[in-house]
C-alpha cells in the first residue's frame, strides 16, 4: 500500500511567478501535502516559475508546466494529474492547459492520460470565506479597528465563471463579518476595459475613492489572493494602490489581510481533491491509442466531484 501511495505524483499548479517568494510558497504546500497523503506532491507554475534564477530559490531551479511537457522528462510519464491551485475555473484550466495536455497525449508512443482536479472553490462550500473572515478578525483586533468598511479584492477576470467565484465567497463573508463592520462590496484589482467585462466592478482604486467620500475612516481589503506576487506581494500592485490612496487621502487607514495559501482550511480543501481522486472520484481520461500508437478516442467520464470540461475545450 505505501508503495502504491508513493507511486501516486501530483502536480501542484499555480498561474506561475517571477516572484521567488511565490515558488516558495507553493513549495512548502506541497511539502505539506506531501507528508500528509504520502504521495508525490511536485509543485509548478503554468507559466514563468522556470525562468527564476535558482540562486534565488535556496538553489533548487523553479519549474513550469509549460517548460516541463516540452521536455524529455516529460515524454517518460504516461499519466498526468493536475492539483490546481486557483480558486475558480480560469481560462488557464479550461483552455490553455488542456489544450497542451492534449497535444503532449497525442504525440506519445504509448497510451497517455491526464486529469484536472477542481479548483478550490466548489459552489456552497464555504471554507475560503471562513478563512477571509478570519484573516479579517485578525487584522481588526491588531488594528484596533472600529467597525470597518470591508472590501474583498480579486485580481479580475474575462471570465464570468470565476467572477462568481468571488460573489459566492463575498456574499459568504458579509454574511460572517455583518456585525463586526460598516459596509461591504466585492471589487477587483484590474480589469479589461471593454464593457463586456464590467461584471468586474467597482475597481479597488474606485472603491477607495468612495469609501473616502462617504466619511469612511477604517477600511479593511480583504485580498483574494494566494500567495505573493507582483500583485500581492509586499510591494505589488495591490500595496502600490492602497499606498497611493493613503497617500492622497491623510484621514483614512486602509489594512491589508494576509493572504491565503498557507491556512489550514485551503490545505483540507486540497487534501479533500486528492483523496477524491485517488478514490476514483474524478477521471478525465484522454488519447486512447491504439497499437500503431494513434489517437483512436476521446472520453470524457462523467464525476460528481472532478473538474469537468467540455469536449469542445478539451
Request: net charge negative; hydrophobic share 35%; proline share 5%.
Amino acid at each position: 500500500m505505501q508503495n502504491r501511495l508513493q507511486e501516486r505524483k501530483y502536480f501542484l499548479v499555480d498561474n506561475g511567478s517571477l516572484d521567488p517568494e511565490a515558488v516558495k510558497n507553493l513549495r512548502l504546500i506541497a511539502d505539506q501535502l506531501q507528508k500528509e497523503t504520502n504521495f508525490n506532491i511536485r509543485p509548478m507554475g503554468l507559466m514563468h516559475s522556470h525562468k527564476i534564477p535558482p540562486s534565488s530559490l535556496d538553489g533548487i531551479a523553479g519549474e513550469s508546466i509549460d517548460a516541463f511537457l516540452r521536455s524529455e522528462e516529460a515524454e517518460e510519464f504516461t499519466t498526468i494529474l493536475i492539483l490546481p491551485f486557483f480558486f475558480g475555473p480560469s481560462r488557464a484550466f479550461t483552455a490553455w492547459l488542456p489544450e497542451r495536455l492534449k497535444q503532449w497525449a497525442e504525440k506519445g508512443n504509448k497510451a497517455r492520460s491526464y486529469r484536472i482536479l477542481d479548483c478550490l472553490h466548489q459552489k456552497g462550500d464555504d471554507r475560503i470565506a471562513r478563512v477571509l473572515a478570519e484573516h479579517s478578525m485578525q487584522a481588526i483586533n491588531e488594528t484596533e479597528m472600529q467597525e470597518p468598511y470591508l472590501a474583498l479584492v480579486d485580481h479580475g477576470t474575462p471570465v464570468r465563471e470565476v467572477n462568481f467565484v468571488r460573489e459566492e465567497i463575498g456574499t459568504q463573508l458579509q454574511a460572517i463579518m455583518s456585525n463586526k463592520i460598516k459596509g461591504f462590496s466585492t471589487c477587483c484589482m484590474e480589469r479589461r476595459p471593454e464593457k463586456k467585462y464590467d461584471f468586474n466592478e467597482p475597481l479597488l482604486a474606485t472603491l477607495l475613492d468612495e469609501c473616502s467620500k462617504k466619511g469612511m475612516e477604517d477600511i479593511l481589503v480583504a485580498q483574494l489572493f494566494l500567495s505573493p506576487g507582483r500583485h500581492a506581494g509586499k510591494n505589488g500592485d495591490l500595496a502600490r494602490i492602497c499606498s497611493i490612496f493613503e497617500q492622497q487621502n491623510s484621514k483614512v487607514r486602509v489594512i491589508r489581510t494576509e493572504l491565503l495559501g498557507k491556512h489550514p482550511l485551503i490545505r483540507e480543501i486540497l487534501l479533500d481533491r486528492l483523496h477524491a481522486d485517488f478514490e476514483g472520484a474524478g477521471k478525465l481520461e484522454l488519447s486512447d491509442k491504439g497499437d500503431d500508437g494513434t489517437c483512436t478516442d476521446v472520453e470524457l467520464l462523467k464525476s460528481p466531484k472532478g473538474f469537468q470540461l467540455p469536449l469542445s475545450e478539451v
